[in-house]
């Protein structure tokens, strides 16, 4: 396993710790006295950002109290995070057989990873079927259409993401960031620089240090020959990441 964790992976997993810890009272689950000790410390460690030390401890949980859906969601982030995919998506695999539905997206991002196209989709759809309004689920559909070649597909897959709901007493979609981060994406690569400058605008307002998404929306405003306004944001993008080449390709070609 490396030393060193994706940032990308060790924050979903601190992202999805707050949730539960928030939420432990609706979640938790009656445990034996070893069990209840282990989750304890498994939380303690995960919060002080030791987190394979904190995987252990979810071992030690899922060892005394193997249905408890708590341990296997949060231990197979934890071992996701190491780099023990494989632990990762046993445990995953128990929790959604406990009817644990948001399991399903996590079994869909492996496989997805693995390449496994076919075995992504099926997970996210059985996510999706459980969970209508589940985004990252949409969002692991979109990507798989796009690998696909099928922008339209991965454009209405992700653009409900940002749209208010027809039913009005729907629950509305909690705003994710990486909707509009792909949407922009996906309208750029299918010729449509209005529809990404339009989204990727609302994109920047929401997280104002994303250099991918101002990167997106310099790109957007140059194809729609808004210069000044590209510029300033190819400047923007290579403030919050020096090491962005098409952000300085992009400062180059408009200075010259």
Do not use: C
Request: proline share 5%; aromatic share 8%.
């Amino acid at each position: 396993m490396s030393r060193r964790f994706s940032l990308a992976k060790t924050a979903s997993f601190l992202v999805f710790l707050v949730v539960m810890t928030l939420t432990r009272s609706g979640v938790a689950q009656p445990l034996n006295k070893a069990a209840r000790a282990s989750l304890d410390i498994a939380y303690q460690l995960a919060g002080a950002g030791m987190i394979r030390w904190s995987a252990t401890a979810f071992q030690d949980v899922v060892k005394n109290a193997p249905d408890s859906v708590e341990a296997l969601m949060l231990g197979g982030l934890a071992m996701f995070v190491i780099g023990d995919e494989s632990q990762a998506g046993e445990w995953w695999k128990k929790a959604e057989a406990l009817g644990e539905e948001s399991a399903s997206t996590l079994l869909g991002d492996i496989k997805f990873r693995e390449g496994d196209l076919e075995g992504a989709q099926t997970a996210y759809e059985r996510a999706l079927a459980n969970l209508p309004r589940a985004a990252k689920a949409r969002v692991g559909l979109a990507l798989i259409a796009e690998k696909r070649g099928d922008l339209e597909q991965a454009i209405a897959q992700v653009k409900p993401l940002i749209e208010p709901p027809d039913d009005e007493e729907a629950e509305p979609y909690i705003p994710m960031i990486d909707a509009y981060y792909h949407l922009g994406r996906f309208y750029l690569a299918n010729g449509q620089p209005t529809e990404a400058m339009d989204v990727l605008k609302i994109g920047t307002q929401l997280d104002t240090r994303h250099p991918e998404m101002h990167l997106l929306l310099a790109m957007a405003y140059e194809e729609n020959g808004l210069i000044a306004e590209a510029v300033h944001l190819y400047e923007r993008a290579l403030q919050l990441n020096p090491d962005l080449p098409a952000a300085k390709e992009g400062l180059e070609r408009l200075r010259r």
